[in-house]
């Protein structure tokens, strides 16, 4: 199994920063692809920004330009620094890994607890 555990989520005035860091315990074999979600109250969860084995980066539209995201493969880490937040960034955010273990050696999915991000003055 793999286990993720974020944290780094807050209360924040519009216009602040925070970073979310994502943590990757467990018997790994490899991780492939991460990403951030967010999750509004009474909304789907959606895709913030991915970043590929390959090096390759995706952002929603909405955080581009205001958002970074980053990981430490030495770490097993995977990093979102958000800048110039807005109350619309409100939301639970949640890492996702797609790894393979070192028991099943099967690639899937591996979902994080979540951590809540309050922009709001």
């Known amino acids: 199994q793999v286990q993720l555990v974020e944290s780094g989520g807050g209360l924040v005035q519009p216009g602040g920063s925070l970073r979310l860091s994502c943590a990757a315990f467990?018997?790994?074999?490899?991780?492939?692809?991460m990403g951030w979600y967010r999750q509004a109250p009474g909304k789907e969860r959606d895709l913030v920004a991915a970043?590929?084995?390959?090096?390759?980066?995706n952002y929603t539209d909405s955080v581009k330009g205001r958002f970074t995201i980053s990981r430490d493969n030495a770490k097993n880490t995977l990093y979102l620094q958000m800048n110039s937040l807005k109350p619309e960034d409100t939301a639970v955010y949640y890492c996702?890994?797609?790894?393979?273990?070192?028991?099943?050696?099967?690639?899937?999915?591996?979902w994080g607890q979540g951590t809540q991000v309050t922009v709001s003055s």
């Open positions: 996702k890994a797609d790894a393979s273990t070192l028991v099943t050696y099967v690639r899937r999915d591996y």
């Open positions: 467990g018997s790994i074999f490899h991780i492939f692809n």
């Open positions: 970043i590929l084995s390959g090096g390759g980066i």
